[in-house]
């Protein structure tokens, strides 16, 4: 096997050589695409509405405080319906006890995704520390 570095003729050849020319672009579009930044997940939030002046909030519990969301997209603390902006005003308040209290979080069975990546988020940036979540043994299969 003899390789021809021209014609028959022994005239040089003419032609480029487009080999690394095409293996150079395959790279370059292989690095783009690694490159490219992968879409994020976005949850919209909504602002939370102003409440009366006059309503007290829910008292919170020195030992343990439940965080309720209902199928309806409301949050109750301790049986008591509050806005995301009281959630996070007792959260901070929890944090000031000498005992930081007990947090439970119990979605309803059809409470929707949306609160609940909020209301997480919510706590998540509270800095609370003892958290659970309670309730699940209503959905365990046997």
């Known amino acids: 096997m003899a390789m021809s570095g021209g ?3 022994g005239s040089p050849m003419m032609e480029m050589n487009t080999t690394p020319l095409i293996d150079v ?3 370059l579009l292989i690095m783009f695409i690694i490159t490219i930044p992968v ?3 976005s949850v919209d939030i909504d602002l ?3 409440q009366p002046p ?13 965080v309720v969301l209902t199928q309806d997209n409301k949050i109750l ?9 009281t959630l996070l005003d007792n959260l901070k308040l929890s944090l000031t006890y000498p005992v930081e ?10 409470a929707a995704y949306d609160l609940s990546v909020k209301v997480l988020n919510v706590i998540k940036g509270s800095n609370v520390t003892k958290f ?3 309730g699940n043994e209503k959905y365990a299969y046997f």
């Open 48 to 50: 939370p509405v102003a």
């Open 132 to 134: 659970g979540f309670v």
């Open 7 to 9: 014609k028959d003729d």
């Open 54 to 66: 006059d309503t007290p909030p829910p008292p919170v519990d020195p030992v343990k405080n439940k």
């Open 25 to 27: 672009m395959l790279v």
């Open 101 to 110: 209290p007990e947090l439970q979080f119990e979605p309803e069975e059809n």
């Open 39 to 41: 879409a994020t997940h």
């Open 77 to 85: 603390w301790n049986d008591t319906q509050i806005s995301d902006r």
